[in-house]
Every structure is written in C-alpha cells, then in structure tokens.
C-alpha cells in the first residue's frame, strides 16, 4: 500500500509539472529534450517511434495480427486527434515468433534514438531471446501475449506483462477437465516450446492436485504434419481428457488426426495459443467442442461505450472484428499515449510511467504492474473459450465456468 501511495504522489507530481509548462506554452514548436523526441520547429511535433514485435506473417500470424491493428488505430487517432506534444509512428518488425529472426530486428530498435517503446514481443521465447537487449537499451517493453512465467525471473526493469501467465491458464483447464468434464485420467503433451512446456507442466501439476491421473505426458515437435504417433499413444493411454500446450497449427492437426483415430469423444483443451481461426481451418470439423483457456478477454458483449467505439472503429477499417488479444493490443497503445500526454516522451520515463500506473481503466482490466513487471493478480482474468458452429463462443470467465 505504502508504495502504491509513493507511485500516486510521483505520478502526480508529474502531471502537476507538465500542467505547469502546457499553462506557459504559447504554442511554438519547442524540443522535448528526450531520447527519441526529435526536436522540431514552426509547429511541427517530434516523431517517437513505438516498435510491434510478433508473428505478422507466417503459421502463427492470426495470434498476432489483431494486435497490431488495433494498436495501429489507436496511434492514428491518437496523432489525427492533435492533443499529443508528438507524433507516434508505428514500426511493425515481423519475427514470425521467432528469437533467432527477432534478434536482429530488435538491434535496428535500441540503436535508434526514435524508439521509445515497444509493444510485444508477442511470444515467450522470442521475449526470452531478446529482453536482454530491449531491457539494457532502457526500452519499455509491453507484452500483450507472451505468458511464460519465467519471463517475469529475468530481472528486467523495463518489461511489463498486459495479462496473466501460464500459471493463470494451466490450472483452470485441468479444472475444467477433471470438474467439468468429469475425467479421472488426463494425457498431456506440449509441442516443448518455452509457452507449450511451461503451460503443460503446470496443469500437469494441477491434474496431481485433483488426483487426476496422467497416463501420458508427451513433447513433440512444432511443425510436424504427421502427429499419428502421439495419436496412437494417446489412444493407448485411453485418458478422458487431453491438453496440449502449444499452437493453433499444430493443435488443429492433432484434433483431426485424434478424430480420424476414433478419438472424437476425447476433449482437447489447450491454453490460448490455440485460440485462433487457424485451429478451426486446420482441425475442420473435428473443432468442435474444443476448449481453450485464454487470458484474453471477450469485449464483444461489453455495454462500455468505450469497447463498443472500438469494436466500431477497429470493423470498420478491417473489415472484420478484432480478434485474440486485439483489445490488449489497443490497451497498452492506450498505456503510451497517456504517458505521452503527461508528458514523459523518453524511454526512463515512460518507464517510470508505467511502474506508477495505478488501476489505469483499459477496455480488458484495469492496469497495475507489481515491481518484476507482472500485472497485479486481481487482474489477471481467465476466460473459457469452446468450438461452436464453427467459431470461438465465450462460456466465461473461469469463476463462472469452473466449480469451485
């Protein structure tokens, strides 16, 4: 409580200052001074560069792509409302979820001034290849879908987490397996990536809670076409329930190949890295009834006018409602033009910005980041999700769905 209160003075403090200086501007084009506002003259607004680090392209580009567009709207309409002391542009770098492609492109952001801030990297292992270097930069970096708790171990200062962890999803869906669909035996198989072992491992831990016995728990290779033999073990095992700890392409290849098997009567559950239209293309019909246990919240029933405004806007110039971890995306956009505002245009202090956040009202939580960079648990809400007719249907945040 103490330093909530010391972050709500200091941020104060800097609101009353920037107040200050608006209230002496007689509207000429003055430098800010910071690292990454390039000074301008006659009017003209230095230009701060936030970089989007994720899958735009490739097999796992649908878990990313709407928060890159949703970000993007807000910059622009932040930049066309005219209120903010810069000019925000947006550089997308496409990692294809990869650290070894991330690596590079991360060395074009910190050895250029006009980076201020990023928004990602979207994925735990490319997070872990490069947060060193974004961290020793003294970039700001936000992630809107990177849940491996390791994360949060390395000691960066400058890296913030916008939803919750593995240790948020794994546990609920071996609930939901064991209390909702009624399993005594579970097979568990990740596709061994820092995300797919670590969210495996910990609802293997809570399947042992329950009494839930494992009868199989497995690794396989990401980018396989042919997981037959993970289906026969499967088949073997006869388990009640199946998670998998892994990605849409993969997950939807083992949904059908487990339904080709005779397997259609076993449940897959899987975290919210299967939670795209890939896995429903991929798996076909065989979807169906498929469950994922996701921290992305659903704001598509939301009466805010704010959720509705964006939902509205976000349709209208893609031609199509923003998808998993949109509305993230939109929020922490919204995280960096407020620091703007108050004037903090430099990587230390939208740092400081963001650590000081106190319940700052996004259209997913409300934002509170402890001191590693992890949102406050009281915002890290889970949400089921299950194959309905062809698409993703919310069933509910996991307090509603899952017994207690």
């Not at 290849?129 to 390791?150: E, N, W, Y």
């Not at 820092?194 to 042992?208: H, I, N, R, S, T």
């Amino acid at each position: 409580m103490r330093r909530r209160v010391i972050r709500t003075l200091a941020l104060a403090a800097v609101l009353a200052f920037v107040a200050a200086a608006c209230g002496n501007d007689e509207g000429g084009g003055a430098t800010t001074g910071a690292t990454g506002a390039t000074g301008a003259t006659g009017g003209e607004k230095p230009v701060v560069k936030i970089g989007f680090i994720g899958a735009l392209s490739g097999d796992y580009k649908l878990l990313v792509v709407s928060a890159f567009n949703a970000a993007q709207l807000a910059f622009d309409q932040a930049n066309a409302a005219g209120d903010l002391p810069v000019t925000v542009e947006l550089v997308p770098f496409d990692s294809q979820g990869s650290g070894d492609i991330a690596a590079p492109l991360v060395d074009q952001i910190v050895g250029d001034d006009a980076f201020v801030g990023v928004i990602g990297p979207a994925f735990s292992g490319e997070s872990a290849a490069v947060g060193d270097k974004l961290d020793q930069a003294g970039i700001p970096f936000i992630t809107d879908s990177a849940t491996d708790d390791a994360l949060s171990q390395n000691g960066w200062t400058h890296w913030f987490r916008a939803l919750g962890r593995n240790s948020d999803m794994g546990p609920p869906a071996s609930d939901y397996i064991a209390k909702v669909a009624g399993a005594t035996t579970a097979c568990a198989a990740s596709d061994g990536s820092p995300y797919g072992l670590g969210l495996k491992d910990e609802a293997v831990k809570e399947f042992d809670t329950l009494g839930v016995d494992v009868v199989l728990n497995e690794d396989v290779e990401a980018g396989a076409k042919d997981y037959s033999a993970l289906v026969q073990k499967i088949k073997d095992a006869g388990c009640d329930g199946f998670f998998y700890g892994g990605y849409s392409p993969e997950a939807g290849l083992i949904r059908a190949q487990m339904t080709d098997a005779g397997l259609d009567k076993v449940l897959l559950v899987g975290g919210d890295g299967i939670k795209d239209d890939t896995f429903i293309t991929t798996a076909g019909d065989a979807a169906e009834g498929t469950v994922s246990s996701c921290t992305c919240a659903d704001i598509s029933q939301s009466t805010d006018p704010a959720a509705q405004q964006f939902i509205g806007d976000y349709t209208a110039k893609f031609g199509e409602a923003p998808q998993i971890y949109g509305a993230e995306g939109w929020d922490i956009a919204q995280v960096y033009i407020a620091a703007f505002k108050s004037g903090a245009t430099e990587r230390q202090a939208i740092t400081d910005f963001v650590h000081n956040l106190n319940a700052f009202p996004g259209l997913t939580k409300n934002y509170t980041f402890e001191d590693n960079g992890e949102l406050a648990p009281e915002a890290r809400i889970l949400f089921f999700y299950e194959v309905a007719s062809g698409t993703w249907a919310v069933l509910g945040p996991s307090s509603d769905v899952v017994p207690a």
